[in-house]
């Protein structure tokens, strides 16, 4: 009789651990849905890295996609091809305008105002510092972790923020190619450089310069450096053939 009285008493027991255990996992899984954070991979529309961060509240936003394993997000990449080329469309274009004329056609980015004109799908203007930069790109003003945050569509698919101004951008071109930009003489446009996945969004400054070929004859040579509109890196220089013939004036 002692012995069934212990048995049955170590059950109860052992059922009462039991009980005690799924009560405080439900209340550790009760606190985090509280919270309404998760940790989770996530890629957008300008990064495909699929790292792994936490994220609460109402986190979505346009192009954010998130998921619990690894391995979906970069099935989830995999699956991007070609056929993004048309992802652009009118309904996005429709809203870009729509943000323009919310923000009166001034951005404030890091901390300056930017101005950002359309005149038509492929004529827009990008002005900082009275740069203007000229582009035919697709163009998107989005809220990015409370940040305003202005992108171009890449015929790749790819959304690139554009984080260099025109400004900084000509600055660094111009100091590259030891050349002056004056009105009549140079020209800055945003645009996309580089094939497929090599595609990159940048800034092409176009600028004159004096110069005399072997020493002798005045001559104005054309030269042009691009800039990575994400990096602020030069990406090429590029001056006529006879260049080498060439004693340049600098500026």
Same mark, same amino acid.
């Given at each position: 009789?002692?012995?069934?009285?212990?048995?049955?008493?170590?059950?109860?027991?052992?059922?009462?651990?039991?009980?005690?255990?799924?009560?405080?996992?439900?209340?550790?899984?009760?606190?985090?849905?509280?919270?309404?954070?998760?940790?989770?991979?996530?890629?957008?529309?300008?990064?495909?890295?699929?790292?792994?961060?936490?994220?609460?509240? @109402?986190?979505?936003?346009?192009?954010?996609?998130?998921?619990?394993?690894?391995?979906?997000?970069?099935? @989830? #990449?995999?699956?991007?091809?070609?056929?993004?080329?048309?992802?652009?469309?009118?309904?996005?274009?429709?809203?870009?305008?729509?943000?323009?004329?919310?923000?009166?056609? $001034?951005?404030?980015?890091?901390?300056?105002?930017?101005?950002?004109?359309?005149?038509?799908?492929?004529?827009?203007?990008?002005?900082?510092?009275?740069?203007?930069?000229?582009?035919?790109?697709?163009?998107?003003?989005?809220? #990015?972790?409370?940040?305003?945050?202005?992108?171009?569509?890449?015929?790749?698919?790819?959304?690139?923020?554009?984080? #260099?101004?025109?400004?900084?951008?000509?600055?660094?071109?111009?100091?590259?190619?030891?050349?002056?930009?004056?009105?009549?003489?140079?020209?800055?446009?945003?645009?996309?450089?580089?094939?497929?996945?090599?595609?990159?969004?940048?800034?092409?400054?176009?600028?004159?310069?004096?110069?005399?070929?072997?020493?002798?004859?005045?001559?104005?040579?054309?030269?042009? @450096?691009?800039?990575?509109?994400? $990096?602020?890196?030069?990406?090429?220089?590029?001056?006529?053939?006879?260049?080498?013939?060439?004693?340049?004036?600098?500026?």
């Amino acid at each position: 009789m002692k012995k069934i009285f212990i048995s049955v008493f170590l059950a109860f027991l052992l059922l009462g651990v039991l009980s005690l255990t799924n009560v405080y996992a439900d209340d550790e899984d009760n606190a985090q849905n509280e919270k309404g954070c998760n940790n989770l991979y996530w890629i957008d529309n300008s990064s495909q890295d699929c790292s792994q961060k936490q994220f609460c509240g @109402a986190y979505m936003y346009q192009g954010l996609q998130t998921f619990e394993d690894k391995e979906d997000c970069l099935e @989830a #990449i995999n699956k991007t091809d070609d056929s993004q080329d048309d992802d652009f469309g009118d309904r996005d274009k429709e809203r870009f305008r729509e943000r323009l004329k919310i923000h009166n056609n $001034t951005l404030n980015i890091s901390g300056r105002n930017i101005t950002v004109k359309e005149f038509t799908d492929e004529q827009k203007e990008i002005i900082a510092n009275k740069i203007n930069a000229k582009t035919g790109l697709n163009l998107s003003i989005e809220d #990015i972790d409370d940040k305003t945050m202005l992108r171009a569509y890449l015929s790749n698919g790819r959304y690139a923020l554009v984080k #260099i101004m025109p400004d900084t951008a000509s600055e660094t071109a111009l100091n590259k190619m030891r050349a002056k930009c004056e009105i009549r003489n140079c020209s800055v446009e945003l645009k996309e450089v580089g094939n497929k996945n090599d595609t990159k969004l940048a800034y092409e400054v176009r600028a004159q310069k004096e110069s005399k070929i072997l020493g002798l004859f005045r001559a104005r040579m054309n030269v042009q @450096a691009r800039v990575d509109a994400e $990096t602020g890196e030069v990406i090429s220089v590029k001056k006529p053939w006879w260049s080498f013939m060439a004693k340049e004036q600098d500026d």
